[in-house]
């Protein structure tokens, strides 16, 4: 009778391990798969992520946002020589060297203005690079540092009510790792949309950048530029640090702390990817 109700146990208590061992192995399989791929990701300029978004961007930027930032390159230029002429005593001392730097000022603000994608591409050209570069320090890194042998060992030391607390508690985990990998999509790719949006409209800042006062417009959106392409450097180093960080967790000792410990470091990159915009923001001033 014993050994019925024994043998009963043992079968259930294996089904429990089996099911434990599932969860706590592709508990953080789509998350790493998601963070592996952030390297992919980050590192490719906007004309590389999506080549056809890409073309249509250009195509909207040139067909209706460069001809209303030509009207308003017009405005700056003509604001720009009357204050010119009014700062030298109200024309009554006029110089033909003034027309010169008119001139000279409307053709750089005019090339500017018909080279603003090359500008842009610029930018987020020097920062893949730098994108590029770090990627070396994640690569082969973000495997979780667990002893599967041991790990099994121990949970066949266990009760099985230990081992069905344990076997919900990593269920209900790996569910909230599943939330955490969709988090981590949006906000990769949401930096991409936004960067979309932002060279969109990149001809009509540009095109105030040859007057003082109007230029504010144009420095602020160089600026958030900077901030959104070098974005994707941070988003590495908190990748790098991640990477790190797995690598300290073992299952060896108390399983509970290896589960949390490793759901605890996955939440924190979450919230550092989520702060990497606003803190690239802060360090270009924008």
Known sequence: MFGIFDDITNWFKEIL???ILSNFLGMFEEVNTKVGEIATQVGQTPQGWNINIFNMIRTLS??????????????????ELIHMFIDRNNMHEVETFLFFKWIFKTYIAVYILTH???????????AQNAVNQSASIITGTLDINLAMSSLESMLSTMEWGELLGLYMESGILSLAMKAISICIFIIIYGRMIEIYLTISIAPIPFSTMANKE???????????????AFQGFLIM????????LLQTVTASGNIHSAIWGLAAYTIL?????????????GIFGH
Request: with cysteine; proline share 1%; charged share 5%.
């Open 17 to 19: 391990i089996s099911g």
């Open 62 to 79: 040139d067909t209706i946002v460069i001809p209303i930032a030509g009207m308003i390159l017009t405005f700056v230029m003509c604001y």
């Open 116 to 126: 603003t994608f090359d500008i842009v591409m610029g930018v987020f050209a020097l």
């Open 214 to 228: 109007w230029g504010n417009i144009g420095t602020s959106y160089l600026k958030s530029l900077f901030a959104l």
């Open 237 to 244: 180093v908190c990748v790098a640090i991640y990477a790190v």
């Open 269 to 281: 990159l979450v919230f550092t990817l989520m702060k990497t915009s606003t803190l690239a923001k």
